[in-house]
């Protein structure tokens, strides 16, 4: 039997299939094709997917558009976003379209080598600014974390070896909201005790799912969070400074305004930090700073 390649950093090749292959999947698909991965990337619209990514037009709602997958497919990356906030659109995008591409799999192929599948710390519902790590209960309260949830058992149910990272607010090129609410004047933030926030670069994204996907046996769980949790109000004000703008205007603590962020908890890292890797963009001042750069798309 002729020797399994290996790519170029000494790990098996595989042929990828990419499902939700947006802003990070597209990231992690050049990342992966880059290292010598045969990566094939799945949306609705997917002829824009820039080479090396194979493109595959398909809707993950919709099974009839699934018959037509790649042979032969060893890892699967189920990287999506809903297309609406609402209990309808995240159980169609993290619980249905999982279901039906594993199914199209099976159906048409040995099976998956790996799944890796996109979560998000929405699962933790703590509100009293404890820390959290991949030990602690996962209760969410709302729909979004309960169909996120749903779709990890699914995932980890699905008879492959299976990775689930617990991704925090994403932010990165073309991510600007925070941004957007300083310059524009709208942010607020809450009075009281500290609302603890956490997030993860895009780029971070990508390169903490390539990372773990080449472990040869990694644990099921993990969380995806950069190197420091910091409160609202600290990011806001920060970015108010670097942008010469007013400092948000303070709400009382039980008004709606300071009710939009329904939790306050501190997300550790230190699991995939022990794995071996190291953030790319380790805080926000970091991130932050390179997108209001001079010249920054």
């Known amino acids: 039997m002729a020797r399994r390649r290996e790519s170029h950093d000494g790990t098996a090749m595989a042929r990828v299939l990419i499902a939700g292959c947006g802003d990070v999947g597209t ?20 002829a824009a997917l820039p080479a090396p990514l ?28 809903a297309d609406g906030f609402d209990d ?9 379209g999982l279901g039906h591409v594993l199914r199209a799999l099976r159906d048409r192929q040995a099976p998956l080598r790996r799944v890796a599948y996109c979560s998000s710390t929405a699962v933790y519902a703590q509100a009293d600014g404890s820390w959290v790590d991949e030990a602690s209960p996962a209760e969410p309260r709302g729909f979004s974390g309960q169909r996120l949830l749903e779709g990890e ?10 990775i689930v990272l617990r991704l925090a607010g994403i932010y990165g090129p073309g991510r600007s909201r925070l941004i957007d609410q300083v310059r524009s004047g709208t942010a607020t933030c809450p009075d009281g005790p500290p609302t ?11 390169g903490a799912l390539a990372h773990l996907l080449a472990l040869r046996d990694p644990d099921p769980l993990w969380i995806g969070v950069d190197d420091e949790p910091a409160p609202l109000c600290a ?6 400074a670097r942008l010469g703008a007013p400092p948000p205007r303070r709400v009382p603590g039980g008004t709606a305004d ?40």
């Open 27 to 46: 990231t992690l698909g050049l990342e992966l094709a880059a290292a010598g991965h045969e990566v094939f990337g799945l949306r609705r619209r997917a």
């Open 54 to 81: 194979r493109p595959v037009a398909a809707d993950l709602a919709d099974p009839a558009t699934l018959r037509d997958l790649p042979d032969a497919v060893e890892w699967l990356v189920y990287a999506v976003a």
């Open 88 to 96: 309808e659109a995240y159980r169609r995008a993290y619980v249905d």
């Open 153 to 162: 058992r699914l995932a980890l149910g699905s008879g492959a070896p299976a």
């Open 196 to 206: 603890w926030t956490n997030r993860i670069h895009r780029d971070d994204c990508a």
């Open 235 to 240: 990011v806001l004000d920060w970015l108010a």
């Open 258 to 297: 300071a009710r939009r962020e329904r939790t306050s908890k501190r997300c550790r890292n230190a699991k995939l930090a022990a794995s071996g890797y190291r953030c790319r963009i380790p805080t926000f001042r970091e991130g932050y700073a390179a997108m209001l750069a001079p010249g920054a798309a």
